[in-house]
């Protein structure tokens, strides 16, 4: 995550300090959202994912105890547990700052601030925001790996002069990373078929991500492969990684893949010839490193 393409809200009830740090920021970052007003934080967040939030301690006149921080920074994590919180703080509220960071603001900068110090927090805060997307990512992956190794299925069984010649094209598919097309009408085994191909692959150690195409509205194509972030369109309440994030390093299978649309093809076949992804709402491109297996039981070449 680069400070150019990440989107930071402040949080203080003096204007001018709202207006020295968005000169300081519309310079260095993507987006600068600034509030005066703390009543408006739950809605902020809950419609906008914030990679910074800036907070001050004391929002009424005379106020100094950082009470309203406290409070605030408890919502706020409430709302979002990952979200990444910076204390604004008065010189003599050092020790308070010191400990709202023990209940789970990531750092807090102080009243006049140095420049250069303003925006080293704030690249630490970055960083720390990127840890926390990667590690919930491999949360998800892990959680997929862990149904795909408890999935119950039957193996591939026979001894037919045809499904011996279909063992041995797998066996030998199956150690390339070529993306792979299954033809076969419905009930004829093209997910096991697809299932086999990963377990012989070398990237059996990794997710097997399924994806019934059928199933999936036009609607919903891009959010449930590509993924979004929250406030890309009305019930995106969070970040979601899509499909392609989820598999990678691993084989993601759509089945039925003859049901897209020509207008979902295309978009599909620019993720593939790219090889990279961006999430719903967002302009931040991930590479991805799959091997894509489809299947379908139309006759393609008839298409």
């Known amino acids: ?17 709202l207006l020295a740090a968005k000169l300081l920021l519309k ?38 105890s950082g009470q309203e921080g406290f ?13 990444v919180v910076i204390l604004i703080t008065a010189y003599g509220d050092v020790e308070t700052a010191v400990k709202a960071v023990k209940e789970g603001a990531t750092d807090f900068v102080l009243k006049p601030w140095q420049n250069e110090k303003f925006l080293a927090t704030l690249a630490s805060a970055l960083k720390l925001r990127e ?44 150690k390339t990373d ?20 990963h377990k012989q692959s070398e990237r059996a150690n990794e997710a097997f991500v399924n994806v019934d195409m059928g199933a999936i509205t ?22 979601r990684a899509g499909r392609f994030e989820v598999a990678q390093g691993g084989s993601l299978f ?19 010839q790219n090889r990279e992804v961006a999430r719903v709402g967002s302009n931040k491109y991930k590479p991805i490193d799959i091997r894509l297996i489809c299947a379908t039981n139309q006759a393609i070449h008839q298409m």
């Open 1 to 17: 995550m680069t400070s150019r393409n990440s989107k930071i809200l402040v949080i203080d009830d003096n204007e001018d300090i």
């Open 27 to 64: 310079s260095n970052v993507g987006v600068v959202h600034t509030e005066k007003n703390p009543q408006f934080i739950p809605q902020l967040i809950k419609n906008e994912s914030y990679d910074v939030i800036f907070l001050d301690m004391n929002f009424t006149q005379d106020m100094t």
């Open 71 to 83: 409070y605030w920074l408890s919502e706020i994590l409430k709302i979002d547990p990952s979200a």
């Open 131 to 174: 840890s926390k997307i990667e590690i919930e990512n491999l949360r998800t992956r892990q959680k997929m790996l862990n149904e795909d190794i408890n999935h119950r299925y039957h193996d591939l069984v026979g001894s037919s002069q045809a499904i011996q010649k279909v063992y041995n094209t797998i066996s030998k598919v199956a």
């Open 178 to 197: 070529a993306n792979i097309l299954i033809l076969g009408e419905n009930g004829t085994g093209k997910e096991l078929v697809a299932r086999a191909l």
């Open 218 to 239: 036009q609607t919903l194509f891009e959010s449930e492969l590509f993924g979004h972030v929250k406030g890309s369109f009305t019930d995106a309440k969070e970040d």
């Open 254 to 272: 759509l089945d039925e893949i003859g049901n897209l649309s020509l207008e979902l093809q295309a978009k599909l076949l620019t993720v593939i």
